[in-house]
């Protein structure tokens, strides 16, 4: 039967299969060096094979589908190697905020070039919006105009009032999502108020950083019944874009990948070309200067 992989940290591989019931699983031999690449052989989201051992809730996982997409980060201390974070990824959310704690242009944009290298459509959701003052609200306005012009959804949402939850729930539905952002935008409220059902880990991980623990063990897969599940990730600085390409960065933001048909040369990396698009975008606002400063900055340290 073919199920889900929803953890895949210990020394077991934890499968859910369509009926709801979880398998602890071990991997065929077989698999353990076929991936070399990666320290992980099966990561939370591959889709398996699985085969029941002993008619109890044990078995034995025997095929991985090839994944459709997958982030990954680097294995610490092992260049060469890295380490699946999740796979089959339908969408990626960033829970943004703009009070309590702030989170920075850069980091939504960096983001969002991160979702787009592994070939998943991403979103903005602006949480906390109880908390906003007018002026934020204006500020708000703002940046959901640079981003949606860009090309992205933006929710704006109050995971303790409960506004805009019910649209992010529908999003949800029979996908899995990734949910990552800064520790206090509120993904853990937000969770619960999406599935009250859930228990996600709410303060565990900053009382582990406390006790200085390593806080590695990372992404957690949340069932939200059908085939829906939300992937919970500590954050984002933990996977970058790994072997990226730095001219391929700007496929990387929609709005300028749209021009680059209109630009002078084929391979425009829109900074000092003539006849570029985008920079003519510039000065006519179909590409904003905030966007387009966060391009440069990647740029430069990619
Ligand atoms: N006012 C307000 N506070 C929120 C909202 N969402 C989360 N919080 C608070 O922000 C803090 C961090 O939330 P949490 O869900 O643990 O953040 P996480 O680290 O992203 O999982 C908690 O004290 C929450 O009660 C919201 O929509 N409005
Ligand atoms: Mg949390
Ligand atoms: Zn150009």
Request: charged share 20%; proline share 4%.
């Amino acid at each position: 039967m073919e199920g889900i992989v929803v953890k895949s940290t210990g020394s077991w591989i934890t499968v859910r299969i369509p009926d709801g019931s979880i398998i602890y699983c071990k991997l065929k031999g077989h698999f353990r060096t076929q991936d070399i690449k990666h320290t992980n052989p099966v990561a939370i989201g591959d889709r398996v094979q699985v085969e029941h051992v002993g008619g109890d809730s044990h078995g034995m996982i025997t095929h991985i589908r090839e994944r459709e997409n997958y982030i990954i980060r680097k294995a610490k201390n092992l260049s060469k190697v890295s380490h699946i974070i999740a796979a089959n990824l339908d969408h990626a959310y960033l829970i943004v905020t703009l009070a309590q704690p702030q989170t920075s242009n850069g980091f939504i944009d960096r983001f969002l070039v991160t979702a787009a290298g592994y070939y998943i459509p991403a979103s903005l959701i602006f949480n906390k919006i109880d908390l906003y003052s007018p002026e934020l609200m204006l500020i708000l306005d703002e940046l959901t105009g640079i981003y949606q012009q860009a090309g992205y959804t933006c929710y704006r949402v109050s995971a303790i009032r409960g506004d805009g939850v019910a649209e992010v729930r529908e999003c949800l539905q029979d996908k899995v999502s990734l949910f990552s952002g800064h520790s206090g935008a509120g993904k853990s409220a937000l969770i619960k108020a999406i599935n009250p059902a859930l228990n996600p880990r709410i303060g565990k991980l900053s009382e582990m950083h406390q006790k200085g623990m390593h806080t590695t063990t990372f992404a957690e897969m949340l069932p939200l019944g059908g085939n829906g599940f939300i992937v919970d990730t500590p954050g984002i600085k933990e996977f970058g874009l790994i072997d990226f390409d730095k001219t391929e960065i700007h496929r990387c933001f929609p709005e300028m990948d749209r021009l680059l048909p209109q630009c002078q040369y084929k391979n425009c990396s829109h900074t000092h070309e003539p006849g570029c698009a985008v920079k003519t975008g510039l000065e006519t606002g179909a590409v904003s200067t905030l966007r387009y400063n966060s391009y440069l900055s990647i740029l430069n340290d990619s």
